[in-house]
C-alpha cells in the first residue's frame, strides 16, 4: 500500500486529495495546522498529524513520529493567497513575509524533514502545488503582489529542490491544478476540487524524470515558468 503525505490537508485540495487517496486505499498522512478542529477528515480512514509547514520545529517532530516510515508522495499543498487586492506599494509587509515562509519555504522545510522517508521508498515524488499566478508574464497589474511573487518564489523553490534531489532519486515538480473551486478562490472559479484532484492524481501516477524541476498542469501539459507559452488555458 504506497503512502502519501499531504500538508493542508484539513480543507480544499488538500483534502480532497486525502478522500480520494484513501478511497484508492492509500496509506495516508494528512496534516494539518490544527487537528483537532480538522473535522472534514474524520471517517476518511486517514491518520492526522499537527504540521504548520512554517515551522521547522514542527516539521521536525513530524519526520521523528513518521521515522522508518516509508513515504512514496509528499503534496507540499499548504499555501496562503494574502490581501489579493494589495500590489507591492500598500501590501502588508509582515502578512508578505508570512507567506512567503508558508508558500515558498515551507514545501523546502517540509521536503528537507521528511526526505528519509521519501529515500525509504522506490521511486519517490514530491510536489509543491504551483500557479499560474506566479509566471512572470501573467502578472500584468499591480494587485496580487503577496500571492504571485510568492507563488514565483515557490517555483524557484521547486527547481532548485529538483536538481538537488535528482542524485537522491527524487522527482519534485510543480503541479498546476487549474482555477479549482476552494476557499482560496470561491465559487467562480473554474473546476471542481474532485475533478482537478483527480486528474493530478492522473499526473503524479505518470510522472516521467524529465518533469523534475518543471511547471506540470493536471492535464499533463509543461508550463513555461517565466511565460511566453501560447498553450495557456484562459485560467
Ligand atoms: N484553488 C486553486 O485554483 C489553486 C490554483 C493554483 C494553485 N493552488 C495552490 O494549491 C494549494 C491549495 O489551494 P486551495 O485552493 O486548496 O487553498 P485554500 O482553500 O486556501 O486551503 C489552503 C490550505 O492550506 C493550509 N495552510 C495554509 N497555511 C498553512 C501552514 N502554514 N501550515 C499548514 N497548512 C497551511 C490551510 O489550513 P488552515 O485551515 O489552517 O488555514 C488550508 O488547509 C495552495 O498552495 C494554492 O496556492 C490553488
Redesign the pocket.
Known amino acids: 500500500m504506497p503512502t502519501v503525505v499531504v500538508?493542508?490537508?484539513?480543507?480544499?485540495?488538500?483534502?480532497?486529495f486525502c478522500r480520494q487517496y484513501a478511497a484508492e486505499r492509500w496509506s495516508v498522512i494528512a496534516?494539518?495546522?490544527?487537528p483537532a478542529?480538522?473535522s472534514a477528515l474524520e471517517g476518511l480512514g486517514v491518520e492526522v498529524f499537527p504540521?504548520?509547514?512554517?515551522?521547522v520545529a514542527q516539521a521536525d517532530a513530524l519526520a521523528a513520529t513518521l521515522a522508518g516510515r516509508p513515504v512514496d508522495l509528499l503534496l507540499?499543498?499548504?499555501?496562503?493567497?494574502g490581501d489579493k487586492t494589495k500590489s507591492a506599494f500598500d501590501a502588508d509587509l509582515d502578512a508578505w513575509q508570512t507567506a512567503f515562509?508558508?508558500?515558498a519555504l515551507?514545501p523546502a522545510i517540509v521536503t528537507r524533514a521528511l526526505l528519509p522517508n521519501l529515500q525509504l521508498t522506490e521511486a519517490p515524488v514530491a510536489a509543491?502545488?504551483?500557479?499560474?499566478?506566479g509566471i512572470y508574464d501573467r502578472m500584468q497589474s499591480a494587485e496580487l503582489a503577496i500571492?504571485r511573487s510568492t507563488?514565483a518564489a515557490?517555483h524557484a523553490v521547486t527547481i532548485s529542490l529538483a536538481h538537488a534531489l535528482k542524485d537522491r532519486g527524487v522527482i519534485y515538480l510543480s503541479?498546476?491544478?487549474?482555477?479549482?473551486?476552494?476557499?482560496?478562490?470561491g465559487p467562480d472559479?473554474?473546476?471542481e476540487?474532485e475533478d482537478?484532484v483527480r486528474l493530478m492524481r492522473s499526473v503524479l501516477a505518470n510522472v516521467k524524470p524529465e518533469w523534475a524541476g518543471k511547471f506540470v498542469d493536471r492535464s499533463g501539459v509543461v508550463y513555461p515558468y517565466g511565460g511566453g507559452f501560447q498553450g495557456y488555458s484562459s485560467?
Open positions: 500538508t493542508g490537508a484539513n480543507r480544499s485540495l488538500g483534502l480532497e496534516t494539518c495546522r490544527a478542529q480538522a504540521l504548520d509547514t512554517s515551522d507540499n499543498n499548504a499555501g496562503v493567497m515562509r508558508i508558500n515551507g509543491t502545488m504551483g500557479s499560474q499566478a500571492y507563488k515557490a503541479l498546476r491544478p487549474g482555477r479549482t473551486k476552494t476557499d482560496m478562490t472559479a473554474d473546476y476540487a482537478s485560467v
